[in-house]
């Protein structure tokens, strides 16, 4: 397994413009999120799934939109970019089987310029 | 609410025991975690507790949790250069069990 993937690595935008950050888990998970972590911080859940079709909300979700078409994979798109998303974007998922433990990706440092 | 409190930095001498805490506000959390992240990298679990416990242990690590004062540790034993990392406490809480909140991480610095 693969586990966890996100794509890009690394990205830098112009205020305004548009993204999607991709995130795909080959685990058969039902659990996945979408986190940010700003310098010294902890980290902040954005948005969760907690299966295909079925998304929620969580602490910072403005300025996000996430779908969750398949178990695989849960993108992150921002639709016009603001310094203040300027952040590393973490996405992990869980299984219903293993509550207790969440697999991260290896995050996506975004700089919004 | 839900709040995660930890202290920002650490520093202990190698071979030396660290011990890493953290303060949790919601009562009714089910599972408590410590996760460790290195530079550059994702989170990766390193133990959890239920709320029923008061401690465990897992070779090097051994995590105690008040569940009256709220308080949650982490004691690294022998504490190693490999260590050097932000530890991440975290809490699932009863009403919201889908989610897991973080704190803030305590980064961890071994001196020679």
């Known amino acids: 397994n693969a586990g966890v993937t996100q794509t890009p690595k690394f990205r830098i935008l112009k205020i305004g413009q548009s993204m999607t950050l991709q995130c795909t888990q080959d685990?058969?998970?039902?659990?996945m999120y979408w986190y940010r972590q700003d310098p010294g911080m902890g980290l902040k859940l954005i948005y969760y799934?907690?299966?295909?079709?079925?998304?929620d909300k969580g602490e910072v979700p403005n300025g996000y939109n996430v779908s969750r078409s398949t178990t695989e994979d849960f993108p992150l798109r921002l639709e016009l970019a603001a310094p203040s998303q300027t952040s590393v974007y973490f996405c992990?998922?869980?299984?219903?089987?293993?509550?207790?433990?969440?697999?991260f990706g290896p995050g996506t440092r975004l700089t919004v310029l | 609410g839900e709040d995660v409190e930890q202290s920002l930095f650490l520093s202990v001498r190698e071979g030396d025991s660290s011990v890493i805490n953290c303060t949790y506000t919601?009562?009714?959390?089910?599972?408590l975690y410590w996760y460790k992240q290195e530079p550059g990298a994702g989170l990766q679990l390193l133990t959890y507790?239920?709320?029923?416990?008061d401690m465990k242990q897992d070779q090097r690590l051994t995590v105690l949790l008040n569940k009256k004062d709220k308080h949650l540790s982490l004691r690294i034993a022998d504490t190693q250069t490999g260590d050097s990392a932000i530890y991440f406490c975290?809490?699932?809480?009863?009403?919201?069990?889908?989610?897991?909140?973080f704190g803030s991480g305590t980064r961890l610095s071994i001196r020679p």
């Open positions: 975290a809490e699932r809480p009863y009403s919201s069990a889908s989610k897991i909140i």
């Open positions: 799934s907690v299966g295909a079709g079925i998304t």
């Open positions: 685990m058969n998970h039902n659990y």
């Open positions: 992990a998922s869980i299984p219903r089987t293993s509550y207790n433990e969440q697999f």
């Open positions: 507790i239920f709320s029923n416990m």
């Open positions: 919601d009562s009714s959390s089910t599972y």
